[in-house]
């Protein structure tokens, strides 16, 4: 049988994006309307978290039961998984009891591992190495917002961490830039995340020269799940990246911002740029919800008729 996983950004190509956007906008409106939409009836969706969530879990679980779907949540602190049972066993029995997997975990390899042996496509809901589900929310943002994001400039201020990784993916299939600002000692790693070249990013010292003309101004927290013994060097190492007011001024004037959440006000971000006009946070949280359901369609069904 013929299956497809979301383990990396890359994973998709941009047709294949570009369909999920325009279901994701019949989808996000039949919500809006309370237009009932059950295409995935007696289909179960597992959910296996090894770190914690807020926004992944709820907008899985909910986008599968509007779906008319159901959703299981197993957390490897309570399953077998927390106890050392192979990650291929799990994959084998798992895979026969549902018909979609959905994983956040900490190596990427874990996961893929996983996939490997699963019988069902398997969702990467976040690894240390990549967010894609985030990503593609962000991207169907700015869509929304600003029309298409081909050729423009994203500037990531930060830790190149598994957002910047996934954003750096996404630049290649959608073609815009990626003006990368972290701190020395957390530079990005070209060669480890599956980019084909290096003509989709720039790198800056200095943050306020990678937000400069920017279209779009987006962070994380300085400290991502695993790394937490960091902390406090941490803080140290990144108090010069706080996405402020003067900093956001630099870029365009109609420049967005994003954060995936949750975030940390007074650390990477300032309350008055989170909070602020530009700021597209909330939206971008929300259509986690509605491109996970096209996500969901697309695995389990394939393409259907956009016109339904
Ligand atoms: N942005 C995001 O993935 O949030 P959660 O960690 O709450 O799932
Ligand atoms: N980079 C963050 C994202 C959380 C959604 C982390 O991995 O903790």
Redesign the pocket.
Known sequence: MQFKHFLQFKDFSREEYEYLFERTRWIKRAFKDYRQYWPLADRTLAMIFDK??????LSFEAGMHQLGGSAIYLSTRDTQLGRGEPVEDAARVISRMVDLVMIRTYQHEVMERFAAYSRVPVIN??TDEY?PC?IMSDIFTYTEFRGSIEGKVVAWIGDANNMCNTWLQAAEIFNFTVHVSTPPGYSIEPERIGLSGHTHFAVFDDPHRAVSGADLVTTDVWTSMGFEEETEQRKKDFADFCVDAEMMALAKPDALFMH???AHRGEEVSTDVIDGPQSVVWDE?EN?LHTQKALMEYLLLGKVDVNK
């Open positions: 914690n969530s807020t926004r992944t879990r809901g976040l967010h985030q995936c959440l949750p949280a986690r």
